[in-house]
């Protein structure tokens, strides 16, 4: 997530970069064929050019509209989970009288944090975070889950026992919450708990299970292929006959100027069809790094740092003093 007041244009520029030299290329083609070539039957009508350019417009919109959403709708779940995480700490403070069993749900519950924003963090074939644009992006931040292995995570919260069960599993945040399910019932059967308490202990666990398969259903699913293809088709095919459908209408332009651009107006389709098209495609670009919340972009929701901030306020519930320092962002960037 970016954290400053706005991206820059020099940044953004950067980040594109590579999608204007090939829109340089398609702008410079058909102009010279046009005008060292003549082969003045390359020219589209404009009415054309102009249509496809409402449709893609259209379409782009609709895409940046719902990727928006699914980014809003993955910052309000892990908001769900800060909250509840911090009434997890202070019921499991206020209904035990063990201050050992206490940090030993509240510890436990920070391996759950730590395990599902690794496995939120995994890559999938449609995320784009691997493509060289994003790729490169990547070296002005940090990845948190990058830098370290789960397993050596793991070990600050939960014993090495449980570890090694945890190890032996697919979903290992779910199987956390699950001996977190077991203690609590041992907790019961040893009478530390009451049943009224015992059930709002496991009342919180199910939401954080339920928490926990909405931000798995986002990422496992991803923006429908057939929008995102169409879509792609659409602004690609697009941005290759923008230049041809201005030649004519540039040309017209001759009959309108004098002094040494007189008879040379066509040379500005290649400016002017670059900068059209680098819209486009930036909103398209945008749209795809929007696309999945979890993967490790610049613009994902800040999980690590959410993550963090939970980890500080639950130790300080245990009057611990030695706390985790809150994640900085790196070049106004947090994740």
């Known amino acids: 997530m970016h954290t400053g007041k706005s991206y820059t244009l020099k940044e953004f520029i ?19 064929l046009y005008e060292v070539f003549k082969w003045k039957w390359i020219d589209i009508p404009w009415p054309v050019v102009a249509l496809l350019g409402t449709a893609t417009a259209f379409i782009v919109g609709f ?3 719902q990727t928006y959403n699914r980014t809003g709708e993955a ?28 940090r030993e749900l509240v510890l436990r519950h920070l391996g759950w944090l730590t395990a599902l924003r690794y496995q939120m963090r995994e890559e ?9 644009h994003n790729k490169e992006y990547r070296k002005m931040y940090r990845v948190p889950e990058r830098d370290g292995s789960l397993e050596t995570e793991l070990q600050q919260y939960i014993s090495r026992e ?8 697919n979903n290992k945040a779910a199987q956390i919450l699950s001996l977190q399910s077991k203690s609590l019932k041992d907790l019961f059967d040893k009478g530390q708990v009451g049943a009224s308490q015992y059930l709002e202990l496991v009342k919180s666990i199910k939401e954080f299970y339920l928490l926990q398969g909405r931000s798995e259903q986002i990422k496992e699913s991803p923006y429908p292929r057939q929008y995102a293809i169409i879509n792609i088709f659409f602004v690609r095919l697009f941005c290759f006959l923008l230049p041809f459908g201005m030649l004519k209408e540039f040309e017209k332009l001759n009959d309108m100027v004098d002094g040494v651009m007189k008879g040379h107006m066509v040379w ?27 993967e490790g972009g610049a613009n994902d929701v800040p999980i690590s740092q959410i993550s963090r901030m939970i980890e500080i306020d639950l130790r300080e519930m245990l009057d611990e003093t030695e706390l985790p320092l809150p994640l900085k962002p790196v070049n106004n960037i947090v994740l």
């Open 63 to 65: 895409k940046n509209t």
């Open 14 to 32: 950067f980040w594109t970069r590579r999608r204007i030299y090939t829109l340089i290329i398609l702008g410079i083609t058909p102009v010279v």
């Open 268 to 294: 500005l389709v290649i400016p002017f069809s670059v900068i059209i098209s680098w819209m486009y495609t930036s909103l398209e670009q945008v749209g795809e790094s929007t696309e999945n919340p979890f």
């Open 75 to 102: 910052q309000q779940i892990w908001t769900s989970i800060a909250n509840l995480s911090r009434a997890w700490g202070m019921i499991s403070r206020d209904f035990l009288n063990d201050h050992e069993k206490t």
């Open 124 to 132: 999938r074939v449609w995320e784009t975070v691997s493509k060289i």
């Open 162 to 169: 449980e570890a090694v069960y945890i190890q032996q599993k």
